[in-house]
């Protein structure tokens, strides 16, 4: 698509009856599996809500787990379909299953790593006799494995699936305007695929080097440039989607801290991996409220709508890469947002109903 058609379609869209149309843009944010499978719920209920009402968003920004769910929307597919096709299961190319993420030597490889990882502790574990454990670590540093899974399978997985449904796996195709972020893990900064130097880059692999969670995945390399989670030092990208020249943005954040009710278990008796889980969580959640504190007064004229799942026991809760809980994530992404919906999200349907398109005369 030419720069001209581009620019055509965006300037046609932006007028009805003389006036400019809002423009209305989709933030997502990550979770990895599970808070994906939250997002597709969350969408499919927003989409049953307007009842063809409304219309669809003008651009989509998605950060890991977000990045693969926006650039399927992005690309026409519907968050109800995709609903259908993860809730029963169907043998599609778009039905996320293990095979999506984890290749079938993918545990080999993690085992390897893993004895690499000790070995290099072994090796050096005099130093922590003599001196601390810090000091072993670090002596350590250029033996142990950049991470322990790797993202061929994920960038693979996309790459199939938009060629088998006919999709577009180029930034400059797309219908829309998808944005996806990911971190130069050498310069220590964001990056942005589909703008600029990036917007050549395969829709696959951007999707990929938005998702390499450091030290679960091993870092996505780009043109010799490596990439990881685009979630590191950012939540939810917002600022992507004003900068755009969005009027509304929504912004979808699955993974908030959950609250022991005094009932169950705490969060130190569930173990290590539980209190990372709960502190990864809390430090996104503070990021994305302050971050959206400071767009508020850099975009005044922006609306900005925040959803998030009840801070209640839910199935997002656990590892978000588990497959075990991803159906009723989903579901509970669906049957949560329903009731967001009828109650605080009366007022993004609002402004997605006013901003759906009339004919030009």
Not at 166 to 195: H, M, W
Not at 270 to 292: D, F, K, P, V
Request: charged fraction near 20%.
């Amino acid at each position: 698509m030419t720069l001209f058609r581009r620019a055509s379609i965006f300037w046609q869209s932006r007028r009805f009856w003389g006036k400019a149309r809002p423009r209305i843009a989709l933030a997502l944010g990550g979770g990895g599996v599970i808070g994906g499978m939250y997002e597709v719920g969350a969408l499919a209920a927003l989409e049953e809500r307007l009842n063809g009402e409304g219309r669809g968003f003008d651009v989509y920004v998605g950060c890991s787990a977000g990045s693969v769910v926006a650039s399927l929307l992005a690309n026409g597919v519907r968050a109800r379909d995709l609903y259908r096709i993860l809730d029963q299961d169907l043998d599609d190319p778009l039905n996320f299953r293990r095979g999506a993420v984890f290749a079938p030597d993918s545990f080999r490889q993690a085992a390897s790593r893993f004895g690499r990882m000790m070995w290099a502790f072994g090796k050096n574990a005099v130093t922590a006799v003599r001196g601390s454990i810090p000091d072993m670590l670090a002596r350590a540093e250029r033996d142990l494995p950049p991470g322990f899974f790797s993202l061929v399978a994920l960038e693979r997985f996309m790459r199939q699936g938009f060629e088998a449904k006919g999709l577009t796996n180029s930034f400059p195709n797309l219908p829309r305007t998808l944005l996806i972020p990911a971190i130069d893990l050498d310069r220590a900064e964001r990056a942005v695929f589909g703008q600029g130097a990036l917007c050549d880059v395969p829709i696959s692999q951007a999707v990929a080097a938005s998702s390499a969670i450091p030290g679960f995945f091993e870092p996505y390399t780009i043109g010799g440039r490596d990439y990881v989670d685009g979630g590191v030092g950012f939540s939810g990208h917002a600022d992507l989607a004003a900068e755009a020249g969005a009027d509304v943005v929504f912004v979808v954040h699955p993974l908030v801290p959950n609250l022991c009710d005094g009932e169950g278990a705490t969060m130190r008796s569930r173990g290590l991996w539980t209190i990372m889980e709960q502190a990864s969580r809390i430090y996104g959640q503070n990021l994305l409220q302050l971050g959206l504190t400071t767009l508020a007064v850099r975009f005044p004229r922006t609306a900005f709508f925040l959803l998030e799942p009840p801070r209640t026991k839910s199935p997002l809760f656990g590892p978000s890469m588990g497959f075990e809980a991803a159906r009723a994530a989903l579901r509970f992404g669906y049957s949560s947002t329903l009731a967001w919906l009828a109650t605080e999200g009366e007022g993004l349907i609002r402004r997605l109903v006013a901003g759906a398109p009339v004919p030009v005369p």
